[in-house]
């Protein structure tokens, strides 16, 4: 069965500063996708980053981008420049297509402090 | 910016009753309509993907008679969870893009339903 496991359920950054969260899967699929979330204390979600497993280039969103190590499986989330902005919980997530039907995958999360 | 607004943002009722929870693109055409669900020690499950005009897709492991989706237009979609029960109690979170399957558009988060059922 397919996990996400995002282990380090607190980080702390600087303003200014950056700070990688990690992200690691277990599947045997090889086509599927990977995404980052981000949820503020307002709990209102936003899709940060979005990574198709076919392709080899590492997405990029403004100061956000990703680590993608597909034989590894590893998707880990680099956020340049910090700011206070940026603190909230970072979900890792995958999803697949499977002969069940689709199936996503969410981590348990990491806290994310900014500090100024 | 896009807007997508959830009604109700808080919604108690008695365990057996149904619960319907709307989903409104207010400044675009919502496509594709997500429905999440985050549990009270935050974990968060996708429960499904509708596309206006055809049956939701329900993810492996959610009961499609408990929790039905609805998305007759390009701006509204409405969850109702049947019979609730109190371990249906999580926050419900909907979402709304544009455009179809894996389209790259970006996703509009909807402020979410806190869900408590006595």
């Known amino acids: 069965a397919q996990t996400v496991t995002q282990s380090q359920p607190e980080m702390s950054v600087q303003e200014a500063e950056t700070v990688t969260l990690s992200c690691t899967y277990d599947t045997s699929e090889s086509d599927y996708y990977l995404f980052w979330y981000k949820q503020p204390p307002s709990r209102q979600m936003i899709l940060v980053i979005r990574q198709e497993a076919y392709k080899q280039q590492n997405a990029t969103e403004n100061r956000f981008s990703v680590n993608f190590q597909k034989a590894a499986k590893s998707f880990s989330l680099k956020i340049s420049d910090s700011q206070l902005g940026d603190a909230a919980m970072y979900f890792c997530?995958?999803?697949?297509?499977?002969?069940?039907?689709?199936?996503?995958?969410f981590g348990a999360g990491t806290r994310l402090f900014v500090k100024a | 910016g896009a807007v997508v607004s959830q009604h109700p943002s808080r919604v108690i009722c008695k365990s057996g009753t149904s619960v319907k929870i709307e989903c409104r693109s207010l400044?675009?055409?919502?496509?594709?309509m997500f429905w999440y669900r985050q549990f009270p020690k935050q974990s968060l499950m996708l429960m499904a993907t509708?596309?206006?005009?055809?049956?939701?897709?329900?993810e492996q492991g959610v009961e499609k008679d408990k929790f039905l989706i609805n998305h007759a237009s390009l701006t509204l979609s409405t969850l109702t969870v049947t019979s609730a029960h109190p371990e249906d109690s999580s926050f419900y979170i909907c979402?709304?893009?544009?455009?179809?399957?894996?389209?790259?558009?970006?996703?509009?988060f909807g402020d979410g339903t806190r869900l408590s059922i006595l």
């Open positions: 979402s709304a893009r544009v455009g179809t399957g894996n389209s790259n558009q970006p996703q509009h």
């Open positions: 997530a995958y999803r697949s297509l499977s002969a069940g039907g689709f199936k996503t995958i």
């Open positions: 509708s596309n206006e005009g055809s049956k939701a897709t329900y």
């Open positions: 400044d675009f055409q919502a496509t594709t």
